[in-house]
């Protein structure tokens, strides 16, 4: 989880000084949305599946139906992209399914972002690992997890005020002592890649982030598989982005992540 590898810091963060990722008042301002129910949100992705031409099933896993997309083309990928915009409310957590890497991702508002950390140091910064969702050469695993638009609005907060704590990536100087994330996020610096998603407390009563969606793993790989296979209905699809066909249906009980 904590040891960064170069290409993957090449591939994914090449745009991070380059991108702005806009938490603050321009985004607040946009109208609030009504709520989804996951049933609804599982019958949408569906939809949009057949309408470009994706593989597709919906399982039941654990006593919960969840819906599997596989998007094995860029146009497909553009419309998964297009579809989980900021009206949704809708949070991707994401994990590159290739042995050696271990890192939580998301997509959040139609923005591609990580939790990142410097070698050598514990201090940490929100980056923009993509500017939009492609088809690369590895299998990108997506949990959608359905939000109420009370807690996307408590996560936006918080991105917007890490964004701000951390400021400008130019002034964090070469060890980002100067501009890094310490309590945007609600738990102090004292976090990872993976921990700081499912430690936020976005609830209306205080949840944070995995007591919502029932997962009690805070490692990269077991968070994704967990939120693939756990019986709660927030996380109403999985989709995989990549160039290799999914076996969908073949197995009931089959896991797609980490196989």
């Not at 919906?58 to 006593?63: A, H, I, L, P």
């Not at 807690?151 to 991105?159: F, S, V």
């Not at 976090?191 to 700081?196: E, K």
């Not at 996380?235 to 982005?241: A, E, L």
């Amino acid at each position: 989880m904590r040891n960064t590898r170069l290409l993957f810091r090449v591939t994914l963060f090449a745009l991070a000084t380059a991108q702005a990722l806009a938490w603050g008042p321009a985004a607040t301002a946009a109208p609030a949305a009504t709520a989804r129910t996951p049933a609804r949100s599982r019958a949408s992705l569906e939809r949009l599946a057949r309408s470009n031409n994706m593989a597709s099933y919906t399982r039941t896993c654990n006593g919960v139906k969840r819906t599997y997309v596989n998007a094995t083309q860029p146009a497909q990928a553009q419309a998964l992209m297009q579809k989980y915009n900021r009206a949704s409310n809708v949070l991707q957590i994401c994990h590159i399914n290739r042995s050696g890497l271990s890192h939580s991702m998301a997509i959040f508002d139609g923005k591609l972002v990580h939790f990142q950390y410097l070698n050598g140091t514990r201090n940490w910064r929100l980056r923009p690992w993509g500017n939009s969702l492609r088809v690369g050469r590895d299998d990108l695993h997506t949990a959608l997890i359905q939000l109420k638009p009370s807690e996307a609005g408590r996560l936006r907060t918080m991105l917007a005020a890490s964004e701000r704590e951390q400021g400008p990536e130019h002034a964090a100087g070469p060890r980002w002592d100067n501009g890094k994330v310490k309590d945007g996020m609600g738990r102090g610096r004292y976090f990872d890649c993976t921990t700081v998603w499912t430690g936020a407390k976005i609830g209306d009563r205080g949840e944070t982030l995995a007591n919502l969606v029932g997962v009690s793993s805070t490692t990269p790989r077991g968070f994704q598989a967990a939120l693939e296979n756990n019986a709660n209905d927030r996380v109403f699809g999985v989709c995989v982005v990549g160039p290799t066909p999914q076996p969908f249906g073949n197995n009931p009980t089959q896991q797609l992540f980490g196989r």
